[in-house]
């Protein structure tokens, strides 16, 4: 019980840090930059936000994106970050579906324990990976915008990034280690067969009685 609670609390955890990361992915509010000083931009009231996918002007009386559309003449950071979420988005799919085919409740034609607890590890090691993606471009995307622009704030997307990862380096690390009983074969020692005849159960093996009786 405690083995299925363990593995649904990771699988939960790992859920979840996908949706953080899907929702880092699309949307482009990763970093607050300025191009003027920092004193400059809070008086102004104008702000540039940069993502992966585009470049946006946030101001009171506007707001306009420019889409990221020339990849050659991307930064190499803009392109890292794209490359590693992207792949940790795809990796979200086959480690949920590894990991709810190794519940105990689920169960497949031929499926024992232990091909169950080879599905749940490789599963794991998917949601290990993907937080490991999304610790590197959430980290890397915000030193290359701040040599390249004055950095002021993170931003939302960035925030959502960094929690996803979290949550699914936590809830791999929980799935990965979480290791279910393997109940084994039976002993022939405490093994039974039922008989019609007399409708009780007798021990398999009869048991050998070394004491030997000395008659006088």
């Known amino acids: 019980m405690a083995h299925m609670c363990r593995q649904v609390a ?17 949307t482009n509010d990763w970093v607050r930059t300025c191009d003027y000083a920092v004193a400059t931009c809070v008086r102004m009231d104008e702000l540039g936000s940069r993502g992966l996918w585009a470049e946006c ?49 689920v169960r497949l034609q031929n499926d024992n324990s232990s091909i169950k607890q080879r599905r749940s590890r490789v599963g794991g090691v998917f949601f290990i990976l993907m937080a490991l993606c ?12 701040h040599r390249e622009e004055g950095l002021m704030s993170f931003g939302f997307s960035l925030y959502a990034g960094w929690v996803g990862a979290g949550l699914c380096l936590l ?7 979480c290791r279910g009983i393997d109940p084994g074969t039976p002993s022939r020692d405490n093994s039974f067969y039922y008989s019609r005849q ?18 006088v």
Do not use: E
């Not at 955890?13 to 699309?26: D, L, R, Y």
């Not at 020339?70 to 792949?87: D, E, F, G, H």
């Not at 809830?171 to 280690?177: D, N, Q, R």
């Open 57 to 105: 002007v946030i101001s009171p009386a506007l707001y306009h994106c420019v889409a990221l559309s020339q990849l050659l003449s991307l930064p190499a950071y803009v392109q890292t970050s794209r490359a590693l979420m992207i792949c940790a988005c795809l990796l979200g799919l086959p480690a949920m579906l590894l990991v709810l085919m190794s519940m105990p409740c």
């Open 198 to 215: 007399g409708s009780t159960a007798t021990p398999l093996d009869t048991p050998v009685n070394h004491a030997k009786t000395v008659r």
């Open 10 to 26: 990771g699988s939960a955890a790992s859920c979840a840090g996908w949706v953080g990361i899907i929702v880092a992915t699309a």
């Open 134 to 145: 999304g610790i590197v471009s959430t980290v890397w995307f915000p030193v290359g915008a």
């Open 171 to 177: 809830g791999g690390a929980v799935i990965l280690f």
